[in-house]
């Protein structure tokens, strides 16, 4: 933390200004690293030619590894730190804030760069950041090594000898400081010299390197007007600028100099945007037509209804509470109304039908996160595997499209085992590509986590079974999922474009595709023979259900022969049914027309009455429809129990 012995207010010295700097690490007598605990997070403490040094390592850690250096009082407004650690970025220090930037503390900062980049393999171009005289440091390295530095980031910076410690703290131990190790003979000479960080801002002007810098207006320990302010003036001049964010008034107990920290999470999303690093050169995000309707709703009328519409990934916690916490930080103030609609194993062909019932039903969206890259592989084996994929997915985006042309939506392509070995071999998965036809197609921004994580296991940074270890992924692929998601989301709110209504082309991509998916009533079939229609559907038989197709109204046949029918107006229709063990094969026709088949039993319905969608016909001619349907025997598999019936 900063520390200025004293103050000069009026022409008159003052007491000092209270020291806060924490008690000093215990520099390790060796290099051997020590392990201890920091904010959570691990803190690995070592020493560098005598110095305490320490890297704090984030439970995952982030593509490439990227991490911001801290130059200056470590513990001290650690907000922006801790909640980069918090999104996968290691934090590095070197203690020696009392040589002030000198070349000799730039010597030990030479040196610990080569260290953590050779020991522990964190990325080659850090941000740097800086407290009070840690600007010294901070902006004299980059000075340096531009090619070596990400973005800077700093607190209330030292940008000037002359401003402190001279003017503040004349004949001060800080000044001396200042003269040893600068080599100064006299006060004259640290006037004179041409190396302050206001005197190297062409280099970083030219390096074209992104500053921020957090300021107090009336800090008279280091005065924003002959530090910070001084050096934005002269940045503009030189065709560059770095960005400012002020207080009006700091602690007057010190001098100004203190404050709450304002924008912690604007800060680090500047942090992470510059320092992020890319395995491959570039993002698994495509923003497309971005996502500026919702921005601007959530930062005018400060109220936003978002959506997450998937399968068990998203119904389960993990990135879905991440992302609820980002969009409260991100737009403090704003009223959000989050709706979760995930239901476990269900693909983008039931989303279609249940879109309306589950999402718009409570009233107009202003961002949908849809997700069934995953589920939609339930259909594999299946001829018509990827067109379901397509015409499930592009039913859900036309049908958003038509209900409120404002509505953002982002696809999310989520990860399973059987993509990284297809990817491997230069493929893209049936399910990934019909996806992102469709977010091509209609402008939808998308994020291939699928590829990310592919790429990245490729890459040695984790592994599916000893880190994700599941379809449904461990904390650490959790993790994984929201650092990513964040990094879209920050990329698609920086961008400059307009509100405007999207535009829905004329025709689908696939004439079949439910865009006007819906539920119907089981209680508007007729039974025809042996069904029954039970309001409150439970198979009390110690099999496992799912929450929302048990304890429902539920058409249920046990028999072969046992039949029902039911009108209905469109092009297509289909059962979702509850496929447990004794679930069999059906036979159905449509209009009276030759009869068709299909088995209800799946390869989980041994263990669980799985919700699944089974499509009867989607090529019918508009209009009005009769479907009929009859179990047929099949052994002891004749049970059919429909929760919904599907309609388009």
């Known amino acids: 933390m900063p520390l200025i012995a004293a103050v000069v207010i009026a022409g008159v010295l003052a007491d000092a200004v209270p020291e806060k700097k924490p008690a000093p690490a215990a520099t390790p007598a060796t290099d051997a690293a020590s392990v201890s605990k920091w904010n959570g997070f691990t803190k690995r403490s070592f020493a560098v030619d005598g110095h305490a040094a320490f890297v704090v390592v984030p439970q995952i850690a982030a593509p490439g590894k990227p991490w911001v250096w801290r130059t200056s009082f470590p513990d001290f407004h650690a907000e922006v730190d801790r909640e980069l650690a918090r999104n996968g970025w290691h934090i590095g220090f070197v203690d020696c804030v009392d040589m002030l930037g000198s070349d000799s503390a730039l010597d030990l900062m030479d040196k610990f760069y080569e260290k953590v980049r050779q020991e522990r393999?964190?990325?080659?171009?850090?941000?740097?950041?800086?407290?009070?005289?840690?600007?010294?440091?901070?902006?004299?390295?980059?000075?340096?090594?531009?090619?070596?530095?990400?973005?800077?980031?700093?607190?209330?910076?030292?940008?000037?000898?002359?401003?402190?410690?001279?003017?503040?703290?004349?004949?001060?131990?800080?000044?001396?400081?200042?003269?040893?190790?600068?080599?100064?003979?006299?006060?004259?000479?640290?006037?004179?010299?041409?190396?302050?960080?206001?005197?190297?801002?062409?280099?970083?002007?030219?390096?074209?390197?992104?500053?921020?810098?957090?300021?107090?207006?009336?800090?008279?320990?280091?005065?924003?007007?002959?530090?910070?302010?001084?050096?934005?003036?002269?940045?503009?001049?030189?065709?560059?600028?770095?960005?400012?964010?002020?207080?009006?008034?700091?602690?007057?107990?010190?001098?100004?100099?203190?404050?709450?920290?304002?924008?912690?999470?604007?800060?680090?999303?500047?942090?992470?945007?510059?320092?992020?690093?890319?395995?491959?050169?570039?993002?698994?995000?495509?923003?497309?037509?971005?996502?500026?309707?919702?921005?601007?709703?959530?930062?005018?009328?400060?109220?936003?209804?978002?959506?997450?519409?998937?399968?068990?990934?998203?119904?389960?916690?993990?990135?879905?509470?991440?992302?609820?916490?980002?969009?409260?930080?991100?737009?403090?103030?704003?009223?959000?109304?989050?709706?979760?609609?995930?239901?476990?194993?269900?693909?983008?062909?039931?989303?279609?039908?249940?879109?309306?019932?589950?999402?718009?039903?409570?009233?107009?969206?202003?961002?949908i996160f849809v997700e069934a890259a995953v589920n939609d592989h339930n259909y594999d084996g299946s001829p018509d595997a990827a067109a379901l994929a397509l015409r499930g997915?592009?039913?859900?985006?036309?049908?958003?499209?038509?209900?409120?042309?404002?509505?953002?939506?982002?696809?999310?392509?989520?990860?399973?085992?059987?993509?990284?070995?297809?990817?491997?071999?230069?493929?893209?998965?049936?399910?990934?590509?019909?996806?992102?036809?469709?977010?091509?197609?209609?402008?939808?921004?998308?994020?291939?986590?699928?590829?990310?994580?592919?790429?990245?296991?490729?890459?040695?940074?984790?592994?599916?079974?000893?880190?994700?270890?599941?379809?449904?992924?461990?904390?650490?692929?959790?993790?994984?999922?929201?650092?990513?998601?964040?990094?879209?989301?920050?990329?698609?709110?920086?961008?400059?474009?307009?509100?405007?209504?999207?535009?829905?082309?004329?025709?689908?991509?696939?004439?079949?595709s439910y865009a006007r998916g819906r539920y119907g009533k089981v209680s508007d079939a007729r039974i025809v023979k042996g069904f029954k229609l039970e309001q409150n559907w439970n198979p009390h038989d110690g099999v496992g259900t799912r929450e929302g197709f048990v304890n429902v109204p539920a058409l249920v046949g046990s028999q072969p022969g046992d039949e029902f029918e039911f009108d209905f107006e469109g092009t297509a229709c289909g059962l979702f049914v509850a496929a447990g063990p004794k679930s069999g094969t059906i036979e159905y026709s449509i209009d009276g027309a030759a009869s068709g088949k299909a088995n209800t039993y799946t390869q989980w319905s041994g263990g669980l009455y799985l919700p699944w969608a089974v499509v009867l016909s989607d090529s019918l001619k508009p209009g009005k429809h009769t479907v009929k349907v009859r179990i047929e025997p099949n052994n002891d598999r004749t049970k059919l129990v429909v929760i919904h019936l599907l309609l388009n």
Request: aromatic share 8%; with cysteine.
């Open 121 to 367: 393999g964190l990325a080659a171009k850090p941000a740097i950041e800086a407290v009070s005289r840690g600007g010294l440091h901070a902006y004299r390295y980059a000075a340096r090594h531009p090619e070596r530095i990400a973005c800077i980031y700093a607190d209330t910076p030292v940008m000037d000898l002359k401003s402190w410690p001279m003017k503040a703290t004349n004949g001060s131990k800080q000044l001396e400081d200042a003269m040893k190790f600068y080599g100064f003979k006299s006060g004259q000479e640290l006037k004179e010299y041409k190396g302050n960080p206001l005197d190297l801002l062409p280099v970083l002007a030219k390096a074209k390197i992104p500053m921020r810098n957090v300021i107090s207006l009336d800090d008279k320990v280091v005065p924003a007007e002959d530090n910070t302010l001084e050096a934005r003036r002269r940045l503009r001049n030189l065709g560059w600028d770095m960005d400012v964010v002020s207080v009006k008034n700091g602690d007057p107990a010190a001098g100004g100099h203190h404050f709450p920290l304002p924008e912690v999470s604007q800060s680090s999303r500047f942090i992470m945007k510059r320092s992020s690093v890319l395995p491959n050169g570039a993002e698994y995000f495509h923003l497309r037509d971005g996502l500026a309707n919702c921005k601007a709703k959530f930062e005018t009328a400060k109220t936003g209804r978002v959506a997450f519409l998937g399968g068990s990934i998203t119904h389960n916690g993990g990135w879905r509470d991440e992302l609820m916490r980002y969009f409260q930080q991100r737009f403090p103030g704003t009223r959000f109304e989050f709706i979760p609609a995930g239901i476990g194993s269900l693909g983008s062909v039931p989303h279609a039908f249940r879109l309306e019932r589950d999402v718009l039903a409570r009233g107009p969206v202003d961002l």
């Open 393 to 512: 997915m592009e039913g859900v985006v036309r049908h958003l499209r038509m209900a409120n042309p404002m509505t953002d939506i982002v696809e999310m392509h989520f990860a399973h085992n059987i993509h990284i070995p297809e990817y491997n071999e230069g493929r893209v998965p049936y399910t990934v590509a019909a996806h992102e036809k469709v977010a091509e197609y209609y402008g939808c921004p998308s994020l291939n986590l699928s590829r990310e994580v592919a790429e990245r296991i490729a890459a040695g940074e984790f592994t599916w079974a000893g880190d994700f270890r599941d379809l449904h992924p461990s904390p650490y692929g959790q993790r994984v999922y929201a650092n990513s998601m964040t990094c879209m989301l920050d990329s698609a709110f920086a961008a400059e474009t307009e509100t405007k209504a999207h535009l829905l082309p004329d025709k689908p991509l696939d004439e079949r």
